[in-house]
Structure formats: C-alpha cells, structure tokens
C-alpha cells in the first residue's frame, strides 16, 4: 500500500441452510443444550395453551408480567418488569410514530423485553412486522459471508473513495489514483462504510453467497413464536450494482425487531440461533395447566464460531470508534456503561415516497461473555427526537443498572 493513502481513523432464502446441530459450544450451557431435542422452525408448541396470545395486552407487576389467553386464561411471561417498563417509557417519552425492543438471554433464548409502540393510529405488534428495510445491519449477514465463504477477516483492508451515502458504479472499481481512504473490514463495519462492503462482496462473494448466509440468519423461514410473525424478506439482485448495494444494506432485504434480536443472538452464541421463549407458565385462575420445563432450544448453526468471533471483533468497532459512538457516550467522551464493551450494528435508510426514516441497533452486552442480545428499531418521520441506537442504549442502561452495574444509572 503506498504511504500516501490515508487510513480512516482509529479513533474518530428460501433454499437456504437451516442446519440444526446436536452439540453447540460456546456463551450456550451445552448440557442443557443436550437434552434438549433440535426442532424444525416453524414448529410452535404448545398451541393448545396459548390460544389468543396477545403480546400487545401486557399486564405489568412488580414481580411479574402476564397477558390473557382465550376462555379466561393467563400467560406468564418471561419479560422483566423493570427492563419492560424502562422500553416502553422511552417509546412513549419520545412519542415515537412507530418503535420495537426486544432483548433476549443468548443463552436460554427467553426475551426479557417486549416493547412495542404506535404513537398514533391503528395498533399493531411492531416487533413482529418486518416491514422495516434490514438496511446497514444487513452488513453482519455479508460480514459473515465474506469471512466465512471468502475467507477473509476483520483485517481485511480496501481502499476506496466516495460512497459515503449511496453506491455508485464508478465508486467500485479499484483506482489507485482516486483511492485516497483505506479501511479494515473491522472499521468498515463500525464506520458502516458501504462502498467497502460494496466492492468485497462484488470481488469474492455471488448473489447466491449472500442470499444462502441470509437464510442461515434467518431471512425467507418463518420465526418460531406463539405468535405469526412476518417472514424477513431477502431478494437480493443479480445486477452487478444492485447486488453490490443489496450487499451493504440498500433495500431488498427486510427485518424485525425480534428477527434483528435473533442476528444478534446468533453473533453472541457464537453462531448458534435458538428459538426465542416468552411464555413460561399458563394459569387458569390459580392453578398452573402448563409450564414451559424444556430446556433451550436449537434452531440451526448460523456460522462458525471462528467466524462469529471475527463478527464480534467487527462490532465491537461500532461502539468504540463508530457510526454508534455518539449514542453510546456523552458529549465528553464518557461511556454511559463504563467497562462494559457493547458489540453492535446500526442502520439508517429513509423511504422517499412517504418519509419513513428507519433507524436501527441490534446488539449485545458485554461483548466477551453475553448476558443479553438487543434489537431496537425506531421508525421517525423527517423530525425526529431519538433514534434506534440510544433507546438500545436506554435500556441497556436499565438492565445494568438494575444489575448494580458500576457507573451505570438508570435512564
């Protein structure tokens, strides 16, 4: 590389794998793991003790938190009370048009928060809509296929110029003279760099690459949960400028907040996917007609754990030097989770046609050994008052505290 070049500062589908595993290893209890008994998705049980489950009707106590079933039924949740009330004041504080957080324990796959919120209009379950484009946080999925299927790491260096907010074709073409700027894959993910992940997806990786690590993600099947979510969708182009656009986030892919908490349970388990808990006992008045004693449960092997901890690497550049900086630390530079590392991916995209700004986080904490897996999306108008990133952070800052955490308060 010649000396001249300016590094970016340090400090500044469908018929796709859904392998199942029988042994995971890693962040995941692997004698829980062996008892219990891998699953095809889409399989939810059991249907007969939550009929009419509706996430949207929570009752939240000091100690517990339940929503009604059909025929006077109650479920329990596995949702903390303290984390769901600190979610759902921050969307309405902020009197957000549309927002979803959900956390999940990477190693049990039960969610502790489940906050959905519709300023105005017609309610609906925000986390299971996956309406929102993946945007930049569609990076972790090409992430894993350049390091997995091209073999290339956080390390990974490519110069570049321009595509600072969109792709354009002479901007992926090598040109010693006009590639000013050099970047590692690691800082490219934390700056959210999209012509890096343009020209390296466009040089090792095909449209099938992406679209077949997508779907070991997640994206084209169906979530197992007691309630029908939408499929997250993936499309991605076989046009040599869409796909390089596709690939660091630019439409033709779609995410959920739970499907977004699921990417980031997969990074933290290092590869692993379990299925996603919320229910953990149905009550008929008093008495206990079902409770939840399965151990977690494996949905498939997303990636290697190799490739998963180049993954971790990656994201840790988000908090610490990149597009999460500022969200993550106040204006002095003062973490708001002092010595606890976040790894994470933001992504920003805004519809034109109806002035829909999509922000997102997906994430989790403390990157060396995960306690919780977050995604938090924010759908603005043009104004705006938060974003996804800091009401991640919010409530991140809630779950540490409540930990007793040092440094950390409460929101």
């Known amino acids: ?9 340090i400090g500044a589908a469908t018929g796709i794998v859904l392998a199942l595993v029988p042994v995971v290893r890693g962040n995941v209890g692997i004698g829980a793991l062996r008892k219990a008994e891998p699953r095809s998705p889409g399989l939810v049980l059991p249907s007969e003790h939550l009929a009419g489950l509706d996430l949207l009707r929570m009752d939240v106590r000091p100690r517990r938190v339940t929503t009604p079933l059909r025929d006077g039924k109650v479920a329990e949740l596995t949702v903390d009370p303290v984390l769901q009330r600190a979610a759902m004041a921050e969307l309405k504080r902020y009197k957000v048009p549309e927002g979803g957080v959900v956390v999940i324990e990477p190693s049990t796959g039960k969610i502790l928060t489940y906050a959905s919120y519709v300023n105005e209009g017609t309610k609906f379950d925000v986390n299971l809509r996956a309406e929102a484009p993946a945007a930049s946080v569609f990076k972790v999925i090409t992430g894993a296929a350049l390091i997995e299927k091209a073999g290339l790491n956080a390390k990974t260096e490519q110069c570049y110029h321009g595509g600072k907010s969109a792709i354009a074709a002479d901007e992926l073409q090598d040109d010693e003279r006009r590639d000013k700027w050099c970047a590692t894959l690691a800082i490219a993910m934390g700056r959210s760099l999209n012509v890096v992940f343009g020209r390296l997806a466009q040089k090792n990786l095909t449209p099938d690459d992406v679209t077949a690590m997508g779907g070991a993600f997640g994206f084209g099947a169906p979530i197992p949960f007691p ?64 409770e939840d004693t399965r151990g977690p449960t494996l949905l498939r092997r997303a990636v290697k754990p190799e490739t998963a901890a180049e993954l971790n690497t990656m994201m840790l550049e988000t908090v610490s030097n990149g597009s999460a900086y500022k969200s993550f630390h106040d204006k002095h530079g003062k973490p708001y989770l002092p010595d606890i590392a976040v790894a994470g991916k933001t992504g920003t995209l805004m519809r034109q046609k109806n002035g829909r700004f999509y922000t997102w986080f997906v994430g989790y904490a403390p990157a060396d050994k995960p306690e919780v897996a977050i995604s938090a999306l924010v759908v603005n108008t043009p104004t705006w008052q938060i974003k996804g990133p800091e009401l991640a952070r919010n409530v991140l800052r809630a779950y540490f505290a409540k930990k007793g955490a040092k440094g950390v308060t409460a929101p």
Not at 1 to 9: E, K, Y
């Open 1 to 9: 590389m010649r000396a001249w070049r300016r590094w970016v500062g």
């Open 227 to 290: 309630v029908q979510s939408e499929k997250l969708q993936i499309d991605i182009p076989v046009d040599p400028l869409e796909f390089a656009r596709a690939s660091a986030g630019f439409w033709h892919t779609t995410l959920s907040p739970l499907g977004g908490a699921l990417i980031a349970q997969t990074v933290a388990n290092r590869g692993v996917t379990l299925e996603p808990r919320i229910v953990q006992a149905v009550y008929q008045e008093n008495d206990k007609v079902w």
